[in-house]
């Protein structure tokens, strides 16, 4: 039976380094399926499709299908696992406080969605900036 992994800034840096491993069986075992939720915001949806093309020409055993999205409420739905790693980076002038605001206001929209939407055993990971 495939588990549900959602990962958070699926395009970006460190969800594209999270994303091979996870289908390839490295985070949850070489025996086990998944089916990965790919949240994006919308102008790296296009960047997205690209993310999702390279993993079916991997042609992973293990990956069972791919969810791609902007909503997090359908990102999150049913999901076991959680890796929100998407977040704001720091640019020039901002001070870490508002680098704190801008991502919690983030983290706390997914957290609703999770609380609302995902598996009731959910394991969730949270990194981002400062």
Known sequence: EPVRVVVTGAAGAIGYSLIFRIASGMMLGPHQPVILHLLEIEPA????????????DCAFPLLAGVVTTAD???????????????????????????????????????????????????????????
């Open 45 to 56: 949806l296009k960047a997205l499709e690209g993310v999702v093309m390279e993993l079916k």
């Open 72 to 130: 997090s409420d359908k990102a999150f739905d049913g999901v076991e696992y959680a890796l929100l790693v998407g977040s704001k980076p720091r640019t020039k002038g901002m001070e870490r406080g508002d680098l704190l605001n801008e991502n919690g206001k983030i983290f706390v929209g997914q957290g609703r969605s999770l609380n609302k939407f995902a598996n009731r055993n959910v394991k969730v990971v949270v990194v981002g900036n400062p």
